[in-house]
């Protein structure tokens, strides 16, 4: 169940990538709180930085990739602090991540039983291998695959099967926080309402904290408890999924809404038309990264980033249209050209 | 002469097949060991689609919609079944006489990177089919190129015309290939998961375009999609597919209004509304869509549907017409209406 106790906390978080061209600031200058048992969707279109900041999350950030400042103070202990080999131990055991293809994350010459034996091993999370065995059969009868498939590879089980592999690995170790990126997208669409069936339980059955990195908005509206919308490498806003679907503020959320389709007969037949296309991050936006796009911008927004605050209890968002600024009274006044 | 008006069917699959062989070792084929295996993509599926209509193909990975829209412009041969295009049958006509015809029928894929050769200007990819089907109008190309660049959206054209594909944005490709498709003013374009790669926002554009070329070109579209969600923005008609076969055709009001098998039921149940007010509660079908080398018995969805009896596991249900124009494949489909 979600509680409002913090389990990870994000504090000035920057990624950059060096490319030939310069500086890519992928995430930029991001805070959020993730509390204990929940469900956090993290959506945002291609190239918004959702997956670079997953895998922040992690420390996993590779070269030219580099996470330049800020903290990720995880159950209080800040991950920037740690030697690599700490962080490894913390990689699996206390965060576990799943990806898009299950194939590029599970070796094909190792059999199930392999892949979980060893990580509990690895971890010392049992002595022997009779015993591991025997509870990863346990875990994944419990994932609703027949235990006998336990000596089966990789290439002979199916999509679904393959992401509920990656689950038992996270949940073998006792991981707190699973980050789930894009996790349903290859599924159909079918396989993927079991799956979030089955991340449902599983969150109350071993207490775990999700955050689903997802460009699928139907996905988050059907299980996550709280929803962070990213733009250009910044969370435009953030709120229950009860304020950001029924009251988005940022206008970015708003559109992006709006742009959802929605199967049910006669209920948002006209889809939103979002003018423009996402900003080359190379040379990235004035401001608020949105405003050339925005249907509602004013002066102050090409000219002073928005800082993200509060509006009402617990709903944050990064639009001067909710700021009370000196600037911004300036500029309504006509002041500022 | 063939009836042009729209209504007047031009595409008509009729009983058609596409068994693939399985491949089997060298030793077997040499020691003739074992009854060759067939994967039966497509088993035994008619559609008529008329002039002027959007015909929406909905189904899961593996249910053989991507075959049925190959088989409908003869990119494959049937394997059994009759395939004809505007009055003539087209099941057995070779490369050379398919060619005749090809400028009349074109095809917009999933991947715009995939569809464009990375060293051809857009103007360039776009005259190439003129190149091939109407040499005689090459010295018209720029006007041509210009014209439809701008019936796509990409103005002003002459910032477009001279891109390689590496420049454009994923919504601006898929507008290329788009305009490669129309420039040889086809009657019939196979749509085969066309926006399935954009982002929400650029998903809504690309929809709005279609829907504006179908009804300025007269054209007639076999869209195939996993995403039922997407499928109502465009569809006048739907047929959904499972396993090899269609299990229902209807128009887009009377199928997601009423979907009569329970397959559909499942399918559109498993789609995430938008509105986390609305979370699915309906239950799901077990499993996983069995594999197309040994389809079960009878009704293919049996050992998955919630209402199979006996009969089910015994009798391959015909499509039978229910209501006006609303067809399906199920025993016990009567107790929906």
Redesign the interface.
């Known amino acids: 169940m979600m509680t409002n106790d913090i389990l990870y906390s994000i504090q000035g978080l920057n990624v950059e990538y060096e490319t030939r061209l310069g500086a890519v600031r992928a995430v930029d200058n991001v805070s959020f709180d993730i509390q204990k048992g929940e469900v956090l969707g993290l959506v945002g279109?291609?190239g918004c930085g959702k997956s670079t900041l997953g895998k922040a999350l992690l420390r996993m950030i590779e070269p030219p990739g580099h996470i330049t400042s800020g903290k990720l103070l995880f159950d209080g202990l800040d991950l920037m602090t740690l030697s690599d080999s700490r962080i490894r131990e913390y990689r699996g055991s206390r965060i576990g991540m799943i990806f898009q293809d299950p194939m590029t994350s599970l070796n094909p010459v190792q059999s199930i039983a392999d892949h979980l034996t060893e990580a509990m091993l690895t971890h010392g999370m049992y002595s022997g291998e009779e015993e591991a065995r025997k509870y990863a059969e346990a875990l994944i009868d419990r994932m609703g695959i027949r235990p006998e498939r336990i000596d089966d590879y990789p290439h002979q089980l199916?999509g679904?099967m393959r992401q509920r592999i990656m689950i038992s690995l996270a949940l073998a170790l006792n991981a707190d926080l699973i980050i789930a990126d894009e996790a349903t997208t290859s599924l159909?669409?079918?396989?993927?309402?079991?799956f979030l069936?089955l991340l449902r339980q599983l969150r109350d059955e071993f207490d775990l904290t999700i955050v689903l990195i997802t460009?699928?908005?139907?996905?988050v509206?059907?299980?996550?408890d709280r929803v962070a919308v990213m733009y250009a490498g910044r969370i435009a806003e953030l709120g229950t999924?009860?304020d950001v679907?029924?009251e988005a503020m940022h206008p970015y959320s708003q559109?992006?809404?709006q742009?959802?389709?929605?199967?049910?007969?006669d209920e948002?037949?006209s889809?939103?038309?979002?003018a423009g296309?996402?900003p080359n991050l190379l040379q990235p936006p004035s401001g608020c990264r949105y405003h050339p796009r925005c249907p509602q911008a004013i002066d102050i927004c090409s000219q002073v980033t928005p800082t993200f605050r509060p509006g009402k209890t617990g709903h944050y968002v990064s639009c001067w249209l909710y700021e009370e600024h000196p600037a911004m009274k300036e500029t309504q006044t006509g002041t500022i050209a | 002469m063939s009836n042009k008006d729209n209504g007047s069917v031009l595409v008509s699959l009729i009983n058609v097949k596409k068994w693939f062989p399985v491949r089997q070792g060298f030793l077997d084929n040499l020691l003739a060991r074992g009854e060759p295996e067939f994967v039966r993509a497509v088993d035994g599926v008619s559609i008529d689609i008329a002039r002027g209509e959007v015909f929406g193909l909905v189904g899961?990975?593996g249910s053989g919609k991507t075959t049925v829209g190959r088989l409908a412009l003869r990119l494959l041969k049937p394997t059994e079944g009759q395939v004809i295009f505007d009055d003539i049958d087209i099941s057995t006509h070779s490369t050379e006489e398919l060619r005749v015809l090809r400028s009349r029928m074109q095809v917009i894929f999933q991947d715009p990177m995939a569809s464009l050769n990375p060293r051809m200007s857009v103007s360039d990819a776009i005259a190439h089919p003129l190149q091939i089907h109407y040499p005689e109008k090459m010295k018209e190309k720029d006007q041509i190129v210009y014209d439809v660049l701008e019936d796509v959206g990409l103005v002003p054209p002459h910032i477009f015309q001279n891109k390689y594909p590496h420049q454009l944005?994923?919504?601006q490709r898929q507008r290329v290939v788009i305009a490669r498709a129309l420039v040889t003013e086809p009657e019939l374009i196979l749509a085969d998961e066309p926006i399935a790669m954009a982002?929400?926002?650029?998903?809504?554009?690309l929809?709005?375009l279609m829907n504006r070329l179908k009804d300025e070109h007269n054209l007639t579209y076999l869209f195939i999609t996993?995403?039922?969600?997407?499928a109502?923005?465009i569809c006048d008609r739907i047929g959904v597919m499972y396993l090899g076969k269609l299990v229902e055709v209807g128009t887009l009001?009377a199928v997601?209004?009423k979907p009569l098998h329970p397959y559909t039921q499942?399918?559109?149940?498993?789609?995430?509304?938008?509105?986390?007010?609305r979370?699915?509660s309906q239950p799901?079908?077990r499993g996983?869509?069995p594999s197309p080398i040994n389809p079960p018995s009878g009704c293919r969805f049996h050992p998955r549907c919630p209402i199979a009896q006996a009969v089910c596991a015994e009798e391959d249900p015909e499509m039978r017409e229910l209501e006006p124009g609303h067809t399906v494949a199920c025993h016990f489909a009567e107790q929906f209406l």
């Open positions: 279109e291609s199916s679904g159909d669409v079918i396989v993927e309402a079991q069936d460009h699928n908005i139907g996905v509206a059907e299980i996550a999924v009860y679907f029924g559109g992006l809404m742009s959802v389709p929605n199967i049910v007969l948002g037949d889809l939103y038309k979002m296309e996402p | 899961e990975s944005s994923g919504g982002d929400v926002s650029v998903r809504s554009l929809l709005d996993h995403d039922l969600a997407t109502k923005y009001r997601y209004s499942a399918l559109m149940a498993a789609v995430p509304i938008p509105d986390p007010n979370r699915r799901l079908p996983e869509i």
